[in-house]
Protein backbone atom coordinates (compact mmCIF):
# COMPACT_ATOMS: atom_id res chain seq x y z
CA UNK A 1 0.00 0.00 0.00
CA UNK A 2 1.28 3.54 -0.87
CA UNK A 3 2.02 6.13 1.64
CA UNK A 4 3.63 9.61 1.34
CA UNK A 5 5.38 9.16 3.94
CA UNK A 6 6.35 7.25 7.31
CA UNK A 7 7.89 9.86 9.62
CA UNK A 8 7.15 13.97 9.56
CA UNK A 9 10.62 16.36 8.85
CA UNK A 10 10.57 16.80 12.18
CA UNK A 11 10.24 13.56 13.89
CA UNK A 12 13.66 11.67 12.62
CA UNK A 13 16.84 11.90 15.77
CA UNK A 14 19.88 10.10 16.18
CA UNK A 15 18.14 7.21 17.01
CA UNK A 16 16.75 6.52 13.72
CA UNK A 17 20.21 5.83 12.73
CA UNK A 18 20.36 3.24 9.64
CA UNK A 19 16.61 3.47 9.54
CA UNK A 20 15.11 3.74 5.42
CA UNK A 21 11.96 6.07 5.94
CA UNK A 22 10.51 8.18 4.01
CA UNK A 23 9.35 11.76 4.39
CA UNK A 24 7.63 14.40 2.40
CA UNK A 25 7.14 18.15 2.38
CA UNK A 26 8.37 21.66 0.74
CA UNK A 27 11.63 22.20 -1.09
CA UNK A 28 12.84 24.50 1.79
CA UNK A 29 16.05 25.67 0.36
CA UNK A 30 19.19 24.20 -1.58
CA UNK A 31 22.91 24.26 -0.48
CA UNK A 32 25.71 23.04 -2.91
CA UNK A 33 29.01 22.06 -1.61
CA UNK A 34 31.50 20.42 -3.54
CA UNK A 35 29.17 19.30 -5.73
CA UNK A 36 27.06 17.27 -2.84
CA UNK A 37 23.50 19.10 -2.75
CA UNK A 38 21.65 19.49 0.81
CA UNK A 39 17.98 20.46 0.83
CA UNK A 40 16.29 21.37 3.71
CA UNK A 41 12.71 19.74 3.37
CA UNK A 42 10.20 21.57 5.47
CA UNK A 43 6.52 20.15 6.82
CA UNK A 44 4.18 21.09 9.70
CA UNK A 45 6.41 19.64 12.16
CA UNK A 46 9.87 21.11 10.70
CA UNK A 47 12.74 20.41 8.52
CA UNK A 48 15.37 17.49 8.19
CA UNK A 49 18.27 17.66 5.96
CA UNK A 50 18.56 15.78 2.63
CA UNK A 51 21.63 14.84 1.07
CA UNK A 52 22.23 13.72 -2.42
CA UNK A 53 26.01 13.23 -4.22
CA UNK A 54 26.56 13.73 -7.73
CA UNK A 55 26.72 10.17 -8.30
CA UNK A 56 23.50 9.25 -6.80
CA UNK A 57 20.79 9.02 -9.83
CA UNK A 58 18.44 11.16 -8.20
CA UNK A 59 20.79 14.28 -8.11
CA UNK A 60 19.48 15.87 -11.59
CA UNK A 61 15.87 15.18 -11.29
CA UNK A 62 16.63 16.68 -7.47
CA UNK A 63 18.70 19.60 -8.22
CA UNK A 64 16.36 21.37 -10.64
CA UNK A 65 13.23 21.45 -8.65
CA UNK A 66 12.50 25.24 -7.57
CA UNK A 67 12.15 26.00 -3.90
CA UNK A 68 8.49 25.27 -2.37
CA UNK A 69 8.27 22.04 -4.99
CA UNK A 70 6.39 19.39 -2.93
CA UNK A 71 8.07 16.18 -2.65
CA UNK A 72 8.52 12.69 -1.23
CA UNK A 73 12.23 11.57 -0.60
CA UNK A 74 13.73 8.14 0.70
CA UNK A 75 15.98 7.33 2.15
CA UNK A 76 18.32 6.16 5.02
CA UNK A 77 18.90 8.39 8.27
CA UNK A 78 22.41 8.92 8.49
CA UNK A 79 24.23 10.95 11.58
CA UNK A 80 25.76 13.72 10.18
CA UNK A 81 29.75 14.33 10.21
CA UNK A 82 31.19 15.94 13.29
CA UNK A 83 30.94 19.65 13.48
CA UNK A 84 27.76 19.84 11.20
CA UNK A 85 25.12 19.31 13.36
CA UNK A 86 22.67 21.82 13.65
CA UNK A 87 21.40 22.87 17.08
CA UNK A 88 19.10 25.10 15.67
CA UNK A 89 16.84 21.98 14.63
CA UNK A 90 15.19 19.57 16.19
CA UNK A 91 16.60 16.80 13.51
CA UNK A 92 20.02 18.46 13.68
CA UNK A 93 22.26 15.48 14.69
CA UNK A 94 21.20 13.54 11.64
CA UNK A 95 20.12 13.73 8.15
CA UNK A 96 18.24 11.69 5.17
CA UNK A 97 20.92 10.40 2.26
CA UNK A 98 18.54 10.15 -0.78
CA UNK A 99 17.92 6.69 -2.42
CA UNK A 100 14.50 7.80 -3.99
CA UNK A 101 12.42 10.82 -4.94
CA UNK A 102 8.57 11.10 -5.98
CA UNK A 103 7.51 14.93 -7.80
CA UNK A 104 4.02 15.76 -6.09
CA UNK A 105 3.85 19.21 -6.94
CA UNK A 106 6.05 21.39 -8.88
CA UNK A 107 6.69 25.04 -8.85
CA UNK A 108 6.92 26.38 -12.27
CA UNK A 109 7.15 30.11 -12.01
CA UNK A 110 8.89 32.80 -9.67
CA UNK A 111 7.36 32.73 -6.27
CA UNK A 112 5.71 36.48 -5.37
CA UNK A 113 6.66 35.50 -2.00
CA UNK A 114 9.89 34.19 -0.89
CA UNK A 115 9.32 31.72 2.27
CA UNK A 116 12.76 31.20 2.85
CA UNK A 117 14.18 33.91 5.04
CA UNK A 118 11.16 35.95 5.84
CA UNK A 119 12.16 38.91 4.11
CA UNK A 120 10.28 41.77 4.23
CA UNK A 121 7.89 42.17 1.68
CA UNK A 122 4.54 45.13 0.99
CA UNK A 123 1.64 43.68 2.74
CA UNK A 124 -0.47 43.95 -0.39
CA UNK A 125 1.50 41.47 -1.82
CA UNK A 126 1.78 39.24 1.14
CA UNK A 127 -2.07 39.37 1.75
CA UNK A 128 -2.60 38.69 -2.12
CA UNK A 129 -0.61 35.09 -1.53
CA UNK A 130 -1.41 34.37 1.86
CA UNK A 131 -0.99 30.96 1.43
CA UNK A 132 2.44 31.52 0.78
CA UNK A 133 2.96 34.09 3.34
CA UNK A 134 1.70 31.39 6.03
CA UNK A 135 4.55 28.70 4.74
CA UNK A 136 6.80 31.36 6.65
CA UNK A 137 7.85 30.13 9.57
CA UNK A 138 6.99 33.58 12.49
CA UNK A 139 3.63 33.62 10.83
CA UNK A 140 2.96 29.65 10.66
CA UNK A 141 4.37 29.76 14.41
CA UNK A 142 1.73 32.55 15.58
CA UNK A 143 -1.25 30.87 13.58
CA UNK A 144 -0.71 27.78 15.82
CA UNK A 145 -0.06 29.98 18.76
CA UNK A 146 -3.67 30.96 18.29
CA UNK A 147 -4.96 27.44 17.84
CA UNK A 148 -3.13 26.81 21.19
CA UNK A 149 -4.08 29.61 22.70
CA UNK A 150 -8.08 28.69 22.02
CA UNK A 151 -8.02 25.29 23.32
CA UNK A 152 -6.40 26.54 26.79
CA UNK A 153 -9.03 28.61 26.84
CA UNK A 154 -11.72 26.38 25.96
CA UNK A 155 -10.47 23.59 27.99
CA UNK A 156 -10.34 26.25 31.29
CA UNK A 157 -13.54 27.75 30.82
CA UNK A 158 -14.84 23.96 30.91
CA UNK A 159 -12.41 23.58 34.28
CA UNK A 160 -14.24 26.63 35.67
CA UNK A 161 -17.96 25.16 34.75
CA UNK A 162 -19.29 27.12 31.79
CA UNK A 163 -20.34 25.66 28.87
CA UNK A 164 -20.05 26.21 25.42
CA UNK A 165 -23.10 27.04 23.39
CA UNK A 166 -23.21 28.51 19.89
CA UNK A 167 -25.15 31.43 19.34
CA UNK A 168 -26.72 32.93 15.98
CA UNK A 169 -25.14 34.36 13.00
CA UNK A 170 -28.02 35.45 11.28
CA UNK A 171 -29.76 37.81 13.57
CA UNK A 172 -31.58 41.34 13.83
CA UNK A 173 -29.85 44.48 13.27
CA UNK A 174 -28.72 46.16 16.41
CA UNK A 175 -28.38 50.04 17.31
CA UNK A 176 -24.49 49.27 18.81
CA UNK A 177 -21.64 51.35 18.54
CA UNK A 178 -20.63 50.45 14.46
CA UNK A 179 -21.99 49.53 11.65
CA UNK A 180 -23.76 46.00 11.05
CA UNK A 181 -22.97 43.97 8.33
CA UNK A 182 -26.74 43.44 6.52
CA UNK A 183 -27.65 40.27 4.76
CA UNK A 184 -30.66 40.46 2.37
CA UNK A 185 -33.70 37.79 3.07
CA UNK A 186 -34.67 35.86 -0.28
CA UNK A 187 -37.73 34.51 1.33
CA UNK A 188 -38.75 38.23 3.01
CA UNK A 189 -38.45 40.98 0.11
CA UNK A 190 -37.18 44.16 1.16
CA UNK A 191 -36.25 42.77 5.00
CA UNK A 192 -32.37 42.37 5.91
CA UNK A 193 -30.55 39.86 8.69
CA UNK A 194 -27.46 41.49 10.15
CA UNK A 195 -24.22 39.74 11.35
CA UNK A 196 -23.97 39.97 15.62
CA UNK A 197 -21.59 42.93 16.34
CA UNK A 198 -21.49 40.69 19.14
CA UNK A 199 -23.62 38.08 21.23
CA UNK A 200 -24.51 40.48 23.59
CA UNK A 201 -28.24 39.56 23.69
CA UNK A 202 -28.29 36.18 23.13
CA UNK A 203 -26.04 35.19 25.89
CA UNK A 204 -27.95 37.47 28.31
CA UNK A 205 -31.48 35.27 27.43
CA UNK A 206 -29.36 32.35 27.94
CA UNK A 207 -28.57 33.56 31.39
CA UNK A 208 -32.57 34.38 31.47
CA UNK A 209 -33.03 30.61 30.29
CA UNK A 210 -31.33 29.66 33.01
CA UNK A 211 -27.98 27.77 31.97
CA UNK A 212 -25.71 29.71 34.44
CA UNK A 213 -22.57 29.68 32.70
CA UNK A 214 -22.23 30.50 29.16
CA UNK A 215 -18.70 30.66 27.01
CA UNK A 216 -18.24 30.65 23.22
CA UNK A 217 -15.00 31.63 21.08
CA UNK A 218 -17.73 33.65 19.36
CA UNK A 219 -17.43 35.39 16.19
CA UNK A 220 -18.46 39.02 15.71
CA UNK A 221 -19.11 41.29 12.60
CA UNK A 222 -18.30 45.00 12.85
CA UNK A 223 -18.45 47.25 9.33
CA UNK A 224 -15.62 49.67 10.71
CA UNK A 225 -12.52 50.79 9.89
CA UNK A 226 -9.27 48.68 10.56
CA UNK A 227 -6.61 49.57 13.18
CA UNK A 228 -3.41 47.63 13.91
CA UNK A 229 -5.37 46.03 16.51
CA UNK A 230 -8.38 45.89 15.10
CA UNK A 231 -9.63 43.92 12.23
CA UNK A 232 -12.57 45.55 9.71
CA UNK A 233 -15.18 43.07 9.05
CA UNK A 234 -14.66 39.95 11.95
CA UNK A 235 -12.75 38.95 15.08
CA UNK A 236 -13.33 36.74 17.46
CA UNK A 237 -13.63 37.09 21.15
CA UNK A 238 -14.26 34.65 24.02
CA UNK A 239 -17.38 35.24 25.40
CA UNK A 240 -18.64 34.75 28.71
CA UNK A 241 -21.67 35.22 30.89
CA UNK A 242 -22.20 34.33 34.56
CA UNK A 243 -25.64 34.02 36.66
CA UNK A 244 -26.02 34.79 39.63
CA UNK A 245 -23.19 37.20 40.29
CA UNK A 246 -21.54 40.43 41.40
CA UNK A 247 -18.64 41.95 39.89
CA UNK A 248 -16.28 40.69 42.31
CA UNK A 249 -17.17 36.64 41.40
CA UNK A 250 -16.75 37.60 37.68
CA UNK A 251 -13.38 38.66 38.15
CA UNK A 252 -12.25 35.37 40.50
CA UNK A 253 -13.68 33.32 37.74
CA UNK A 254 -11.73 34.91 34.97
CA UNK A 255 -8.38 36.17 36.56
CA UNK A 256 -7.40 32.51 37.12
CA UNK A 257 -7.86 31.89 33.14
CA UNK A 258 -6.11 34.72 31.70
CA UNK A 259 -3.23 34.72 33.87
CA UNK A 260 -3.11 30.52 33.19
CA UNK A 261 -3.17 31.38 29.27
CA UNK A 262 -0.18 33.76 29.28
CA UNK A 263 1.47 31.68 31.44
CA UNK A 264 1.29 28.61 29.53
CA UNK A 265 2.20 30.27 26.44
CA UNK A 266 4.61 32.49 27.83
CA UNK A 267 7.95 32.60 29.30
CA UNK A 268 7.29 36.34 30.08
CA UNK A 269 5.92 36.78 33.83
CA UNK A 270 2.21 37.34 33.90
CA UNK A 271 0.22 38.73 36.87
CA UNK A 272 -1.38 35.92 38.89
CA UNK A 273 -4.77 36.34 40.58
CA UNK A 274 -6.29 39.01 42.40
CA UNK A 275 -5.32 41.47 39.72
CA UNK A 276 -4.78 45.61 40.01
CA UNK A 277 -8.33 47.25 40.09
CA UNK A 278 -8.38 50.78 39.32
CA UNK A 279 -11.31 53.46 39.48
CA UNK A 280 -11.76 55.03 35.84
CA UNK A 281 -11.45 58.11 37.14
CA UNK A 282 -8.21 57.81 39.28
CA UNK A 283 -6.87 55.70 35.93
CA UNK A 284 -7.78 59.37 33.36
CA UNK A 285 -6.29 61.29 36.63
CA UNK A 286 -3.09 59.05 36.95
CA UNK A 287 -2.27 57.39 33.84
CA UNK A 288 -3.93 59.97 31.81
CA UNK A 289 -6.09 56.76 29.80
CA UNK A 290 -8.40 54.10 30.58
CA UNK A 291 -5.94 51.86 28.96
CA UNK A 292 -2.70 52.07 31.27
CA UNK A 293 0.50 50.52 30.96
CA UNK A 294 1.25 49.51 34.35
CA UNK A 295 4.88 48.32 33.39
CA UNK A 296 5.62 52.28 33.24
CA UNK A 297 6.02 53.19 36.88
CA UNK A 298 5.52 57.06 35.95
CA UNK A 299 2.45 58.69 37.75
CA UNK A 300 0.63 61.87 36.72
CA UNK A 301 -0.78 64.40 39.46
CA UNK A 302 -2.98 67.21 39.27
CA UNK A 303 -1.17 70.25 39.76
CA UNK A 304 -3.45 72.78 38.89
CA UNK A 305 -3.46 74.46 42.70
CA UNK A 306 0.29 75.41 42.42
CA UNK A 307 -0.63 77.65 39.54
CA UNK A 308 -2.91 79.09 41.05
CA UNK A 309 -1.14 80.46 44.31
CA UNK A 310 -0.10 83.76 44.58
CA UNK A 311 3.98 83.41 43.84
CA UNK A 312 3.52 81.77 40.56
CA UNK A 313 3.14 84.22 37.36
CA UNK A 314 2.96 81.93 34.87
CA UNK A 315 0.29 83.64 32.62
CA UNK A 316 -0.16 81.19 29.86
CA UNK A 317 -1.22 78.05 32.66
CA UNK A 318 -3.18 80.72 34.72
CA UNK A 319 -5.17 81.56 31.36
CA UNK A 320 -5.69 78.17 30.89
CA UNK A 321 -6.95 77.58 34.62
CA UNK A 322 -9.29 80.49 34.43
CA UNK A 323 -11.14 78.85 31.52
CA UNK A 324 -11.73 75.36 33.62
CA UNK A 325 -8.37 73.77 32.30
CA UNK A 326 -6.58 71.89 34.53
CA UNK A 327 -2.59 70.94 34.70
CA UNK A 328 -1.33 67.70 35.25
CA UNK A 329 2.64 67.11 35.84
CA UNK A 330 4.40 64.21 34.23
CA UNK A 331 7.36 63.58 36.40
CA UNK A 332 10.74 62.50 34.69
CA UNK A 333 13.05 60.82 37.52
CA UNK A 334 16.52 60.97 36.56
CA UNK A 335 16.10 63.65 34.01
CA UNK A 336 17.99 66.69 35.22
CA UNK A 337 21.11 65.68 33.27
CA UNK A 338 19.72 64.78 29.88
CA UNK A 339 20.71 67.34 27.04
CA UNK A 340 18.22 70.70 26.25
CA UNK A 341 17.67 68.29 22.79
CA UNK A 342 15.63 65.57 25.30
CA UNK A 343 13.18 68.50 26.42
CA UNK A 344 13.38 70.24 22.92
CA UNK A 345 12.28 66.64 21.56
CA UNK A 346 9.09 66.41 23.11
CA UNK A 347 7.91 69.63 23.21
CA UNK A 348 8.16 68.95 19.12
CA UNK A 349 6.16 66.07 19.37
CA UNK A 350 3.63 67.51 21.60
CA UNK A 351 3.37 70.08 19.24
CA UNK A 352 3.33 68.29 16.03
CA UNK A 353 1.83 64.83 16.87
CA UNK A 354 -0.41 65.89 20.04
CA UNK A 355 -1.52 69.40 18.39
CA UNK A 356 -0.87 70.96 21.71
CA UNK A 357 0.67 74.20 22.72
CA UNK A 358 3.68 72.14 24.01
CA UNK A 359 4.67 71.21 27.01
CA UNK A 360 6.65 73.31 29.82
CA UNK A 361 8.92 71.45 32.01
CA UNK A 362 11.43 72.24 35.13
CA UNK A 363 14.68 70.32 35.97
CA UNK A 364 15.69 70.03 39.70
CA UNK A 365 19.29 70.08 39.57
CA UNK A 366 22.18 71.15 41.85
CA UNK A 367 19.71 72.21 44.83
CA UNK A 368 18.06 74.57 42.07
CA UNK A 369 15.09 74.74 39.93
CA UNK A 370 15.72 75.25 36.23
CA UNK A 371 13.61 75.41 32.68
CA UNK A 372 12.16 78.05 30.87
CA UNK A 373 9.06 78.33 33.25
CA UNK A 374 11.04 77.76 36.49
CA UNK A 375 11.82 81.94 36.67
CA UNK A 376 7.78 82.06 37.56
CA UNK A 377 7.96 80.08 40.86
CA UNK A 378 8.76 81.53 44.12
CA UNK A 379 10.71 78.62 46.41
CA UNK A 380 7.31 77.96 48.32
CA UNK A 381 5.63 77.02 45.54
CA UNK A 382 8.26 74.59 43.69
CA UNK A 383 8.26 72.70 47.33
CA UNK A 384 5.11 72.18 46.78
CA UNK A 385 4.78 71.24 43.44
CA UNK A 386 7.61 68.75 44.11
CA UNK A 387 5.90 67.44 46.61
CA UNK A 388 2.22 66.44 44.93
CA UNK A 389 4.55 65.75 41.30
CA UNK A 390 6.63 62.91 43.83
CA UNK A 391 9.82 64.46 42.13
CA UNK A 392 13.24 65.11 43.67
CA UNK A 393 16.63 66.63 43.11
CA UNK A 394 17.88 65.11 39.90
CA UNK A 395 14.24 65.12 38.27
CA UNK A 396 12.48 66.68 36.01
CA UNK A 397 8.75 67.39 35.58
CA UNK A 398 6.70 68.06 32.50
CA UNK A 399 3.16 70.22 31.83
CA UNK A 400 -0.12 69.48 30.02
CA UNK A 401 -2.23 72.16 30.58
CA UNK A 402 -5.72 71.89 28.46
CA UNK A 403 -9.79 70.82 29.35
CA UNK A 404 -9.88 68.21 31.56
CA UNK A 405 -10.08 65.26 28.81
CA UNK A 406 -7.06 66.82 27.04
CA UNK A 407 -4.64 67.69 29.24
CA UNK A 408 -5.34 63.74 30.66
CA UNK A 409 -4.77 62.43 26.77
CA UNK A 410 -1.90 64.46 26.42
CA UNK A 411 -0.04 63.96 30.20
CA UNK A 412 -1.15 60.19 28.91
CA UNK A 413 0.69 59.90 26.00
CA UNK A 414 3.65 61.72 27.16
CA UNK A 415 3.82 59.58 29.94
CA UNK A 416 4.41 56.34 27.52
CA UNK A 417 6.80 58.46 25.65
CA UNK A 418 8.74 59.63 28.70
CA UNK A 419 8.81 55.64 30.19
CA UNK A 420 10.24 54.55 26.90
CA UNK A 421 12.97 57.42 26.39
CA UNK A 422 14.32 57.18 29.79
CA UNK A 423 14.36 53.04 29.49
CA UNK A 424 12.13 52.80 32.63
CA UNK A 425 9.38 50.23 31.81
CA UNK A 426 9.52 46.42 32.89
CA UNK A 427 10.59 44.27 29.93
CA UNK A 428 8.73 40.90 29.55
CA UNK A 429 6.20 40.70 32.06
CA UNK A 430 2.47 41.60 31.65
CA UNK A 431 0.68 43.86 33.92
CA UNK A 432 -3.08 43.38 33.80
CA UNK A 433 -5.42 45.31 35.74
CA UNK A 434 -9.04 46.03 36.29
CA UNK A 435 -10.78 49.48 35.10
CA UNK A 436 -13.93 49.79 37.35
CA UNK A 437 -16.45 52.05 38.51
CA UNK A 438 -17.09 53.83 34.59
CA UNK A 439 -19.40 56.58 34.64
CA UNK A 440 -23.37 55.52 33.82
CA UNK A 441 -23.89 59.14 31.87
CA UNK A 442 -21.70 61.63 30.27
CA UNK A 443 -23.08 65.03 28.85
CA UNK A 444 -22.86 65.73 25.20
CA UNK A 445 -21.75 69.22 24.49
CA UNK A 446 -22.64 69.30 20.97
CA UNK A 447 -26.37 67.83 21.38
CA UNK A 448 -26.53 69.45 24.82
CA UNK A 449 -28.25 66.40 26.38
CA UNK A 450 -27.30 63.47 28.47
CA UNK A 451 -25.85 60.75 26.81
CA UNK A 452 -24.49 56.61 28.29
CA UNK A 453 -21.24 56.58 28.37
CA UNK A 454 -20.12 52.93 27.84
CA UNK A 455 -22.59 50.34 27.69
CA UNK A 456 -26.46 51.26 28.20
CA UNK A 457 -27.17 47.88 29.61
CA UNK A 458 -25.32 47.89 32.80
CA UNK A 459 -26.53 48.24 35.79
CA UNK A 460 -25.82 51.30 37.65
CA UNK A 461 -24.50 51.32 41.08
CA UNK A 462 -27.01 52.37 43.63
CA UNK A 463 -30.05 50.56 41.18
CA UNK A 464 -33.02 52.77 40.64
CA UNK A 465 -32.66 54.86 44.18
CA UNK A 466 -29.72 56.53 42.70
CA UNK A 467 -31.24 57.16 39.23
CA UNK A 468 -34.56 58.53 40.82
CA UNK A 469 -32.03 60.86 43.63
CA UNK A 470 -28.33 61.60 42.39
CA UNK A 471 -27.41 63.80 39.59
CA UNK A 472 -27.23 61.11 36.50
CA UNK A 473 -23.31 62.50 36.15
CA UNK A 474 -22.53 61.34 39.03
CA UNK A 475 -23.85 57.86 38.77
CA UNK A 476 -21.81 55.23 38.56
CA UNK A 477 -22.26 51.82 36.85
CA UNK A 478 -20.88 48.42 37.32
CA UNK A 479 -18.66 48.58 34.24
CA UNK A 480 -15.09 47.14 33.82
CA UNK A 481 -12.79 46.88 31.28
CA UNK A 482 -9.49 44.30 31.65
CA UNK A 483 -6.23 46.02 30.81
CA UNK A 484 -3.10 44.34 29.97
CA UNK A 485 0.19 46.12 28.95
CA UNK A 486 -1.33 48.85 28.10
CA UNK A 487 -4.27 47.14 25.12
CA UNK A 488 -7.85 46.75 26.30
CA UNK A 489 -8.93 42.65 26.33
CA UNK A 490 -12.45 43.53 27.29
CA UNK A 491 -15.05 45.60 28.49
CA UNK A 492 -17.88 43.67 30.53
CA UNK A 493 -20.37 44.70 33.35
CA UNK A 494 -22.84 43.17 35.63
CA UNK A 495 -26.18 43.78 33.85
CA UNK A 496 -29.57 45.68 34.21
CA UNK A 497 -31.36 42.99 34.60
CA UNK A 498 -34.41 44.99 35.76
CA UNK A 499 -37.35 46.41 33.12
CA UNK A 500 -38.30 49.44 35.62
CA UNK A 501 -34.65 50.13 35.85
CA UNK A 502 -33.50 49.61 31.89
CA UNK A 503 -36.26 51.99 30.91
CA UNK A 504 -35.51 54.66 33.99
CA UNK A 505 -32.02 54.45 32.67
CA UNK A 506 -33.23 55.09 28.64
CA UNK A 507 -35.47 57.47 29.78
CA UNK A 508 -33.02 59.63 31.70
CA UNK A 509 -30.94 59.57 28.29
CA UNK A 510 -33.98 60.75 26.41
CA UNK A 511 -35.11 57.39 24.89
CA UNK A 512 -39.00 57.31 25.27
CA UNK A 513 -40.04 53.99 26.70
CA UNK A 514 -41.67 52.55 23.55
CA UNK A 515 -38.46 53.10 21.31
CA UNK A 516 -36.64 50.56 24.04
CA UNK A 517 -39.93 48.44 23.55
CA UNK A 518 -39.37 48.81 19.97
CA UNK A 519 -35.46 48.29 19.83
CA UNK A 520 -34.67 45.40 22.62
CA UNK A 521 -38.30 44.20 23.16
CA UNK A 522 -37.23 40.50 23.29
CA UNK A 523 -34.68 41.08 25.88
CA UNK A 524 -37.26 43.21 27.80
CA UNK A 525 -40.17 41.01 27.32
CA UNK A 526 -37.79 38.20 28.78
CA UNK A 527 -36.54 39.97 31.51
CA UNK A 528 -40.62 40.44 32.60
CA UNK A 529 -40.87 36.23 32.93
CA UNK A 530 -37.86 36.37 35.63
CA UNK A 531 -34.31 37.22 35.18
CA UNK A 532 -31.43 36.15 37.30
CA UNK A 533 -28.90 39.10 38.26
CA UNK A 534 -25.73 38.36 35.61
CA UNK A 535 -22.59 39.72 34.28
CA UNK A 536 -19.96 38.99 31.74
CA UNK A 537 -17.19 40.33 29.66
CA UNK A 538 -15.65 39.41 26.37
CA UNK A 539 -11.87 39.26 25.96
CA UNK A 540 -10.72 39.39 22.46
CA UNK A 541 -8.73 36.47 21.41
CA UNK A 542 -6.87 38.67 18.77
CA UNK A 543 -5.52 40.84 21.39
CA UNK A 544 -4.84 37.63 23.78
CA UNK A 545 -2.62 36.25 20.83
CA UNK A 546 -1.00 39.56 19.75
CA UNK A 547 0.47 40.70 23.34
CA UNK A 548 1.41 36.62 23.36
CA UNK A 549 3.27 36.66 19.90
CA UNK A 550 5.03 40.33 20.98
CA UNK A 551 3.72 41.86 17.21
CA UNK A 552 1.83 45.08 16.82
CA UNK A 553 -0.27 43.90 14.03
CA UNK A 554 -3.14 41.87 14.46
CA UNK A 555 -2.81 40.65 10.68
CA UNK A 556 0.09 38.94 11.86
CA UNK A 557 -1.86 36.80 14.29
CA UNK A 558 -5.35 36.19 11.83
CA UNK A 559 -5.29 33.26 8.94
CA UNK A 560 -6.68 35.08 6.31
CA UNK A 561 -7.00 39.01 7.24
CA UNK A 562 -8.42 41.88 4.88
CA UNK A 563 -6.34 45.14 4.39
CA UNK A 564 -7.30 48.04 5.45
CA UNK A 565 -9.51 48.76 3.04
CA UNK A 566 -11.58 45.95 4.31
CA UNK A 567 -10.72 44.02 1.43
CA UNK A 568 -9.64 40.56 0.98
CA UNK A 569 -6.75 40.48 -1.78
CA UNK A 570 -7.29 36.51 -1.95
CA UNK A 571 -10.30 35.78 -2.32
CA UNK A 572 -11.09 39.19 -4.40
CA UNK A 573 -13.90 39.99 -1.93
CA UNK A 574 -15.87 41.94 -1.62
CA UNK A 575 -16.95 41.35 -5.65
CA UNK A 576 -20.17 42.33 -7.59
CA UNK A 577 -23.54 40.00 -7.73
CA UNK A 578 -24.83 38.56 -10.89
CA UNK A 579 -28.06 39.74 -12.06
CA UNK A 580 -29.83 36.65 -11.26
CA UNK A 581 -28.23 36.70 -7.68
CA UNK A 582 -29.71 40.23 -7.11
CA UNK A 583 -33.40 39.32 -8.61
CA UNK A 584 -33.44 36.41 -6.31
CA UNK A 585 -33.04 38.88 -3.60
CA UNK A 586 -35.37 41.93 -4.79
CA UNK A 587 -32.19 43.77 -4.92
CA UNK A 588 -31.15 46.53 -7.11
CA UNK A 589 -27.83 48.33 -7.26
CA UNK A 590 -27.65 51.67 -7.48
CA UNK A 591 -24.07 52.94 -7.20
CA UNK A 592 -22.99 57.15 -6.15
CA UNK A 593 -22.40 59.36 -8.91
Not at 165 to 182: H, K, N, Y
Not at 277 to 299: E, F, T
Amino acid sequence: MMTYRTHTCGQLRETDVGKKVKIAGWIHRRRDHGGVAFIDLRDHYGITQVVCGPTNPNFDKLTHLRAESVVAIEGEVIKREPGTENSDLATGAIELRVEGIEVLSEVTQDLPVPVFGELDYPEDVRLRYRFLDLRRETLHKNIMLRSNVISSLRRRMNDAGFFEFQTPILTASSPEGARDFLVPSRLHPGKFYALPQAPQQFKQLIMVAGFDRYFQIAPCFRDEDARADRSPGEFYQLDIEMSFVTQDDVFAAIEPVLSGVFSEFSTWEADSAPFTRIKYRDAMLKYGSDKPDLRNPLIISDVTEVFTREDVTFGAFKGVIDKGGVVRAIPAPKAADKPRSFFDKLNEWARKDMQAAGLGYITFKDGEAKGPIAKFFAPEAIARLKEIAGVDEGDAVFFAADTEDKAAKLAGQARNRIGEELEICEKNVYRFCWIVDFPMFEYNEDEKKIDFSHNPFSMPQGGMEALLTKDPLTIDAYQYDIVCNGVELSSGAIRNHRPEIMLKAFEIAGYDASVVEDKFGGMLNAFRYGAPPHGGLAPGVDRMVMLLADTPNIREVTMFPMNQNAQDLMMQAPNEATNKQLRELNLRVVLPE
